[in-house]
């Protein structure tokens, strides 16, 4: 058994003050008020978290899960990875590994014959090739396709045919989709990055919004009198600023406690100035000002706000959205946004929990799954306390690296 003894901890939900962590056999066993005790783990002046969950990443391999874990992300949610076989290759992985993070996965993504995101994935040499959609009579099979493969939930490209030169879903697809994904007891999730495929996803019936439009405020995409409460929103932040601005990057650059977590070829790719390659968008009225005045009105509108950074990054190069590193970015930006710190540790850890139906975790909690978050500092009140990181544990075992 491993004590944690004497940190403040915040359980998912609400700050509990000082207390002791007991965690066993990968399970939180027990959770005991005061400073009193002494443990394994001297936690004084330090906050204890579930560890963090990034509701929206795109995995290029193995190493974006371990550097995932390295910054306190102890789950990730993919959100598009292909072929099939590479996605079971990281979900095995992932079963039974504690120094990578946890993964669910969409698998595949739903979107048109000959349009994004198909023209991007070459064909596999077995001849496998990225499935599309051309009528809401494909939407059956793509689930049902989806499901064999073990996705845990549908994600579904949606966007205005105006905005892209590809071939796009119609409306009636989307809302085919929603309706398969549905009878199979799964999510669906929508990439909606503009006022008007806001607007779409939601009449279609989508349970899950990612991206918040960066080309005007939602008053486009939403009528006053609409009601927010059950919308839930992964505005992605991180990459909304990325793709708004090349520099995004250099408060990453200028926070040692970031850097701490990466590779060194990856921090000096990100001091050489090799980000990637996520394009920023020179359409007329898009603005950052708009996707972080959007998250403001959502939450004010007791809209769902989950924390994910559309992390994007290739193993041992840099990226503009960084697996992990930028994870925290996120949660500063979302606090920047309006949202408060205790409403945006909420957004990391039990709200994505609850939304994608992962009980055993996002709570400290007795008999929840020991994923646990040791940083210095009270990000209560300064979120950027969670870069601290002192300690990780998924499934009750310590990662070893020193931070």
């Not at 000002?289 to 706000?305: M, Q, S």
Request: proline letters at 6%; hydrophobic letters at 45%; a negative charge.
């Amino acid at each position: 058994m491993t004590t944690i003894a004497g940190a403040r901890v915040f359980d998912g939900n609400d700050v509990l003050g000082v207390a002791s962590v007991s965690v066993e056999d990968g399970v939180i066993t027990a959770v005991r008020p005061g400073a009193q005790e002494t443990g394994d783990v001297d936690g004084r002046g330090m906050t204890l978290l579930p560890g963090l969950i990034d509701a929206h990443v795109h995995l290029r391999g193995a190493g974006n899960l371990g550097q995932d874990l390295r910054h306190g992300v102890t789950t990730v949610l993919d959100m598009f990875s292909a072929p099939p076989q590479f996605t079971a290759v990281l979900r095995g992985r992932a079963a039974t590994r504690t120094d990578e993070a946890d993964l669910r996965s969409c698998g595949l993504m739903a979107g048109a014959v000959d349009g994004w995101p198909a023209v991007i994935v070459p064909p596999d040499p077995s001849g496998w090739h990225m499935p599309g959609l051309s009528a809401p009579e494909d939407a059956e099979q793509f689930v049902t396709e989806r499901v064999r493969e073990g996705s845990d939930y549908i994600k579904v490209f949606v966007e205005n045919p105006a905005d892209v030169d590809r071939p796009v879903l119609s409306p009636e697809t989307v809302t085919a989709v929603c309706a398969a994904a549905r009878a199979h007891g799964l999510l669906t999730v929508a990439h909606a990055p503009t006022c008007w495929a806001f607007r779409a996803a939601i009449e279609a019936g989508v349970d899950v919004l990612t991206h918040v439009p960066l080309d005007g405020p939602l008053d486009d995409a939403i009528d006053d009198d609409t009601d927010l409460t059950g919308l839930v929103v992964c505005p992605t932040l991180a990459m909304m600023r990325a793709r708004a601005d090349a520099r995004s990057t250099d408060d990453l650059l200028a926070d040692p406690r970031l850097l701490a977590g990466l590779d060194r070829e990856v921090a000096d790719a990100l001091r050489a100035g090799d980000r990637g390659h996520v394009p920023v968008s020179d359409r007329p009225g898009t603005s950052y000002a708009h996707a972080a005045d959007n998250v403001a009105r959502l939450a004010e509108g007791g809209a769902a706000i989950l924390a994910g950074t559309d992390a994007n990054d290739v193993p041992g190069h840099a990226a503009a959205v960084l697996h992990g590193a930028s994870m925290h970015l996120e949660l500063e930006l979302l606090v920047r946004a309006g949202l408060s710190p205790r409403a945006v540790l909420r957004s990391a850890t039990s709200l994505p929990a609850g939304v994608f139906g992962l009980a055993d975790r996002g709570r400290i909690a007795p008999g929840q799954r020991a994923d646990l978050l040791l940083v210095a500092g009270d990000p209560l009140t300064d979120i950027t306390a969670t870069r601290d990181v002192r300690g990780v544990w998924r499934s009750g075992v310590r990662l070893s690296t020193t931070f």
